[in-house]
């Protein structure tokens, strides 16, 4: 007998809310990678001057490993919503687009953290306290991205999924608590040693930059994980895609902005002093006092 008749599924297999998901991703792949040329090119003439070299650390590479991480991200998410639409099925990508969102994740809040503790940028190592926050976000994350798998491959409705989605948002506010404790501590300490030492104007800058990261990251934080879902309420079903298109270009301006705060320059706020100024050893000594680096050894790593 011949097979049953099967209507065709329309234009794809996409909702109206996801139909524009594929292209909305495809154009902030394309942006998070011009970002990336950016702060290669911007690291790379940094290597090149003598002078701007000794700016060029390793939080920086780290911070270009992100945004790569999240281009790709973005473009998997767009060939795996692509697929979805033209045969309703996109297993193989899907195993991808996990990992690399794991990997994005927790560079993200690797590096939120790592640049609110001051590492490689002042200071050469973590205390103890840090490596306890750092590893405890890690594995966080592996709890948060779990909870992601689950709720991408079930259905809503399905038995757990609930209860994976509340884990989901409890462990991502955990998150987001924890990466802001490193930036109190360090503005609570720089407001300290402000006024603690004859390089008042030397941390007040440090101040200024952490007060600023600090108010950066909150504002991401309360973009992406409330007023998105505000937005979310107040759209159109056919224009819930807006959402996802906020949340990616809030998270661009994010990265800019951070990046054009921390981005490795001669002039930088947490070591403004030149090396052939006669007084670098002073400002070396100081911030040695300051993160406990007291000694000939702290001194030769920071230099």
Same mark, same amino acid.
């Given at each position: 007998?011949?097979?049953?008749?099967?209507p065709p599924p329309?234009?794809?297999?996409?909702?109206?809310c996801?139909?524009? $998901?594929?292209l909305?991703y495809?154009?902030?792949? /394309?942006?998070f /990678? $011009?970002?990336?040329?950016a702060?290669?090119?911007? $690291?790379v003439?940094?290597?090149q001057n003598?002078?701007?070299?000794?700016q060029?650390?390793?939080?920086?590479?780290?911070m270009l490993?992100l945004v790569?991480?999240?281009?790709?991200?973005?473009?998997?998410?767009?060939?795996?919503?692509?697929?979805?639409?033209?045969?309703?099925?996109?297993e193989?990508?899907?195993?991808v687009?996990?990992?690399?969102?794991?990997?994005t994740s927790g560079?993200?809040?690797?590096?939120?953290?790592?640049i609110?503790t001051?590492?490689s940028?002042?200071?050469?190592?973590l205390?103890?306290?840090e490596k306890k926050?750092v590893?405890?976000?890690?594995?966080?994350?592996?709890?948060d991205n779990?909870?992601?798998?689950?709720l991408?491959e079930?259905?809503?409705?399905?038995?757990g999924?609930?209860?994976w989605?509340?884990v989901?948002?409890?462990?991502?506010?955990?998150?987001?608590?924890m990466?802001l404790?490193?930036i109190?501590?360090s503005?609570r300490? $720089?407001?300290a040693?402000?006024?603690?030492?004859?390089k008042?104007q030397?941390n007040?800058?440090?101040?200024?930059?952490?007060?600023?990261?600090y108010?950066?990251?909150?504002?991401?934080?309360?973009?992406?994980?409330?007023?998105?879902?505000?937005?979310? /309420?107040?759209?159109?079903?056919?224009?819930?895609w807006?959402?996802?298109?906020a949340?990616?270009a809030?998270?661009?301006?994010?990265?800019?902005?951070?990046?054009?705060k921390?981005?490795p320059?001669?002039?930088?706020?947490?070591?403004p002093?030149?090396?052939d100024d006669?007084?670098?050893?002073a400002?070396?000594?100081?911030v040695?006092?300051?993160?406990g680096l007291d000694?000939?050894e702290?001194?030769?790593?920071l230099?």
């Amino acid at each position: 007998p011949p097979p049953p008749f099967r209507p065709p599924p329309g234009p794809n297999y996409l909702s109206a809310c996801e139909s524009a $998901l594929p292209l909305v991703y495809l154009v902030f792949a /394309a942006a998070f /990678a $011009l970002a990336a040329a950016a702060w290669s090119w911007a $690291l790379v003439r940094g290597g090149q001057n003598k002078a701007a070299g000794s700016q060029v650390h390793a939080i920086h590479w780290l911070m270009l490993a992100l945004v790569v991480f999240k281009m790709i991200d973005l473009l998997l998410d767009s060939i795996r919503f692509h697929f979805l639409a033209a045969t309703g099925s996109a297993e193989g990508w899907a195993a991808v687009f996990y990992v690399d969102s794991f990997i994005t994740s927790g560079l993200l809040f690797t590096v939120i953290l790592l640049i609110g503790t001051g590492w490689s940028l002042v200071k050469p190592f973590l205390n103890d306290r840090e490596k306890k926050i750092v590893l405890f976000v890690l594995v966080l994350q592996v709890l948060d991205n779990v909870a992601l798998v689950f709720l991408e491959e079930n259905a809503p409705g399905s038995q757990g999924w609930y209860t994976w989605r509340d884990v989901l948002h409890l462990v991502d506010i955990l998150c987001c608590c924890m990466i802001l404790l490193p930036i109190v501590w360090s503005i609570r300490h $720089l407001r300290a040693a402000a006024g603690a030492d004859g390089k008042a104007q030397h941390n007040l800058l440090k101040l200024t930059l952490f007060r600023q990261f600090y108010i950066m990251v909150v504002a991401y934080i309360y973009f992406t994980r409330i007023i998105v879902f505000l937005l979310a /309420a107040t759209l159109s079903y056919e224009h819930m895609w807006l959402r996802f298109a906020a949340t990616e270009a809030a998270t661009l301006l994010f990265y800019v902005v951070t990046g054009f705060k921390f981005r490795p320059t001669e002039e930088n706020p947490y070591l403004p002093v030149s090396k052939d100024d006669p007084d670098r050893d002073a400002a070396l000594k100081d911030v040695d006092s300051e993160f406990g680096l007291d000694g000939d050894e702290g001194e030769a790593e920071l230099s």
